[in-house]
């Protein structure tokens, strides 16, 4: 990649941080509460993608303790793998979940918001105990904006241990939450 292109990519990454920040003051009324660190550009040596995430996580979470009307977000302990497809008039996310009990799963569409989250259990055995584990267990979420909105409720398969959404696309958004029935 070239520096041309990686100054690009940190471009678009602090643009979309400043909207991310942009949305917190429109959905509270205030600015951003800043940490003892002050802002500072994505070093080179970190995945913008990985800072990106990590920065809506921690606006998530300081909507999640204004109560009211935002739900309470759970800690996370891990974030599923997650592809995303687009069309012209449909969105298509897919979600890894191998060993996530369907029932633990949870999705939540409100305006351009999407949000998948619910955990998966440790694995149980009477005779053993989990000494160490390389697969993730424990509370997930993801967050994904939907840039022109959905046009309808999106529909919601799991099957084979991957969870598939798939949304029409629509410009007008709804914004009461609703939860989407996973079949």
Known sequence: MSEAEQNTGTTQ???TISRIEQLYQSLT????PRGEAS????????????HVEKQLNQLLTLLGELGGEVRPLPQTSW????AVWESHTEIRLSLDLPGVPRENVEV?????ILTISGSRPAPKSDDFRLHSSEGPIGQFRRTVFIPGGMREEPRA?????????????ESNQVTTPRTVRIN
């Open 79 to 82: 974030t599923p793998p997650m």
């Open 29 to 32: 009324g205030r600015a951003l």
């Open 108 to 112: 939540v569409a409100q305006g351009k």
């Open 13 to 15: 990454v602090e643009e």
């Open 157 to 169: 398969e799991m099957k084979d241990g991957v969870l598939e959404i798939r949304m029409r696309k």
């Open 39 to 50: 802002y500072a550009p994505i070093p080179a040596e970190k995945d913008p993608a990985e």
